[in-house]
């Protein structure tokens, strides 16, 4: 078959055309698939092939999320968001800032962070199988505005006040008189207003029925029914007047007016809680005025009786442990006396001399003759009987003075103020050579002391020549009180002594003739402008100096007629307590945790105090 094409070619190239086909098909196939795949691992592999890739890819992106997640997320509080609330974005950077959404509940939503503020377009988003943990915000508990701008983020001050937070006392009883004050600042502008009047009425209304219940009560528990109905409507009123466009340079100028007004208003009750502190501290109480009266009137139906001859003797034995008392208040004498009977080892020996007014001369004499106190003597003597008659200023029985001194404690970081009571002899206490003069030696007592074990060992102490022995409050020193002493030369560094329980030694006073000088100094601070009072108690400070033979501390602790804050150990191991200060164990006003030491020794079965209904 010359010159022609065979069979055996044609069949030849129709099989190297198949299989040029075939080759190119492969070639295409190979192309689309990597490509298919990309596209599917894309758009999240909606179609139905691949189950197994597409779960591994899940797990594999979750975990990289949580991984992601713990290294941003600070260690706090986490809730967990379930899959269909929170759509995550492709790519780690969109997770990561997925992570940081913050919830708040008040709303129920999810806040943005500020970066998310500009709008992108978002890309489409899959949920991912996990759950994210998430800064929470908690809701205030309270209604309070305040509150709700205090969350965690803002810094350590927000957790301080909630942590140390107080329960507000009265808090409706406060809430209504805020809202009172508003409403009387907007109404003066609403009422102005004649497209408004309805409004104007209402809020007239809320505040004459805010007035009128405010008037009649001061806490919550005596507010009427439905007040919460009443302030209610009360700031929903308000909340209108304050979307009202007003000429708020007139409110401004109300809220001015009635803050100078609130200011005025709290000054003048200051002052008035002041003065009538101070009275109920000097005036003596109904029922112990009755008891005074009751004990006279029956001294003079007993005129007959002789209350001392029994005693009279022990009066002017030296060898025997003498207590004096200025005072005219008989139960506190009273109970002074008791307790230091009541603990000493030889009651027999001591013997107490109370120096009292005319006025409290007979009422003394029979309490003292009716209560005795085992084995011990009692004196009462009328102070006023032993005045000189040339010293006209001395016309009656003078308490230890009491001044109060506040002064800085330096502390690490800020100055921290103390307050005590400095008590020291008054002009009475002058007497004591010229009335005593058969003794040698004595233990002054206050009557606003107690007394917890026995005292008979301020009898051996060494005096080394000084005549007070006295407990220092070196916490004052004489530099300190420099305006109050005036211009007399004395040493800065010397410790104020206090008065309560002094060892007086007599003699040697006499020797020294302290009470000439006293006068002395008492005359040059009168000369200087200084009323007789005053010049008293600065010139018993200045009068013993040199002269004061300091006591161990733990013959006396201070402080329980003003400080809540004495330990119950230092209480306890003190020798005697002093209620010095405005807050006295017989008043109403005396501190209850301290008060009851001090009833422990007062007999209330009296029936003299039951008569005058005398319950301190």
Same mark, same amino acid.
């Given at each position: ?12 190239? !129709?099989? &190297? ?19 298919? +795949? ?56 969109? *997770? ?23 709008? $992108?377009?978002?890309?489409?988003? @899959?949920?991912?199988?996990? #759950? ?5 915000? @908690? ?64 809020? =007239? ?49 109300? +809220? ?18 002041? +003065? ?57 004498? *009273? ?12 009651? !027999?020996?001591?013997? /107490? ?9 007979? *009422?003394?004499?029979?309490?003292? /003759?009716?209560?005795? /106190? ?32 506040? /002064?800085?404690?330096?502390?690490? %970081? ?8 400095? #008590? ?12 005593? =003069? ?6 002054? %007592? ?45 040493? #800065?560094?010397?410790?104020? &002594? ?13 020797? %020294? ?26 010139? #018993? ?30 209480? =306890? ?19 209850? $945790?301290?008060?009851?030491? &001090? ?18």
């Amino acid at each position: 078959m010359k010159g022609g094409v065979s069979s055996y070619q044609i069949s030849t190239k !129709r099989r &190297w055309k198949g299989f040029v086909i075939a080759v190119l098909g492969l070639v295409i196939l190979s192309m689309l698939v990597p490509l298919v +795949f990309l596209l599917g691992f894309h758009n999240g592999f909606h179609s139905s092939g691949f189950p197994s890739e597409q779960s591994s890819m899940s797990h594999n992106q979750s975990g990289h999320i949580e991984e992601i997640i713990d290294r941003l997320v600070p260690s706090k509080e986490r809730v967990n968001i379930p899959i269909e609330e929170v759509p995550v974005r492709d790519g780690l950077n969109e *997770s990561s800032s997925t992570s940081h959404l913050l919830i708040d509940q008040r709303q129920g939503s999810l806040a943005k962070p500020a970066e998310d503020h500009v709008h $992108k377009p978002s890309p489409p988003s @899959h949920k991912v199988n996990v #759950s994210i943990p998430v800064e929470v915000i @908690h809701p205030p508990k309270t209604a309070d505005e305040s509150e709700t701008l205090c969350e965690v983020r803002f810094g350590s001050y927000c957790l301080w006040r909630r942590e140390n937070k107080e329960v507000m006392i009265d808090s409706m009883v406060k809430k209504m008189k805020d809202r009172l004050f508003v409403a009387r600042a907007y109404f003066p502008s609403i009422a102005k207003l004649p497209a408004h009047e309805k409004l104007s009425r209402e809020m =007239k209304q809320n505040i004459q029925d805010f007035e009128r219940i405010l008037s009649e009560t001061t806490t919550d528990a005596d507010l009427p029914s439905h007040t919460g109905d009443r302030l209610q409507k009360m700031e929903a009123v308000i909340a209108r007047a304050k979307s009202i466009h007003l000429d708020y340079n007139n409110v401004e100028k109300k +809220f001015r007016q009635l803050v100078d007004l609130t200011e005025d208003e709290a000054n003048f009750h200051t002052k008035q809680s002041a +003065f009538l502190y101070q009275l109920a501290v000097q005036t003596m109480p109904k029922s112990l005025h009755c008891l005074s009266m009751r004990l006279t009137v029956e001294y003079f139906n007993k005129a007959s009786l002789d209350y001392e001859a029994s005693t009279i003797e022990k009066f002017t034995d030296p060898e025997l442990y003498h207590f004096v008392v200025f005072s005219s208040k008989i139960l506190a004498s *009273s109970v002074l006396i008791n307790s230091t009977v009541a603990n000493a080892k030889e009651s !027999r020996k001591l013997v /107490f001399h109370i120096l009292t007014d005319r006025e409290n001369y007979y *009422s003394m004499k029979l309490w003292f /003759f009716q209560n005795t /106190f085992k084995e011990s003597a009692v004196q009462v003597l009328n102070v006023e009987d032993y005045i000189p008659a040339s010293y006209n200023k001395m016309a009656g029985l003078s308490l230890p003075e009491e001044f109060r001194v506040t /002064f800085q404690i330096p502390q690490k %970081l800020k100055m921290q103020y103390k307050t005590e009571y400095v #008590s020291v002899f008054s002009h009475s206490h002058y007497l004591l050579p010229e009335i005593f =003069k058969e003794l040698d030696k004595v233990v002054v %007592l206050d009557d606003d002391m107690l007394v917890q074990q026995d005292l008979s060992s301020l009898w051996n102490i060494r005096m080394e020549r000084k005549v007070n022995g006295a407990v220092e409050m070196c916490a004052v020193r004489l530099g300190q009180l420099s305006n109050y002493l005036g211009k007399n030369n004395f040493n #800065s560094k010397s410790c104020a &002594w206090m008065s309560g329980l002094n060892v007086i030694d007599l003699a040697r006073w006499r020797e %020294l003739h302290l009470t000439e000088t006293f006068r002395k100094l008492v005359h040059e601070l009168e000369a200087e402008g200084t009323q007789y009072e005053a010049a008293a108690s600065r010139a #018993s400070l200045l009068t013993f100096q040199d002269h004061v033979h300091a006591l161990d501390d733990s013959w006396v602790l201070s402080g329980l007629g003003h400080d809540y804050e004495l330990s119950v150990q230092a209480i =306890k191991k003190a020798k005697t307590l002093h209620y010095n200060g405005n807050m006295k164990p017989w008043l109403e006003l005396g501190i209850p $945790k301290y008060k009851s030491l &001090w009833l422990r020794y007062l007999n209330r079965e009296d029936l003299y105090l039951s008569a005058c209904n005398v319950n301190p």
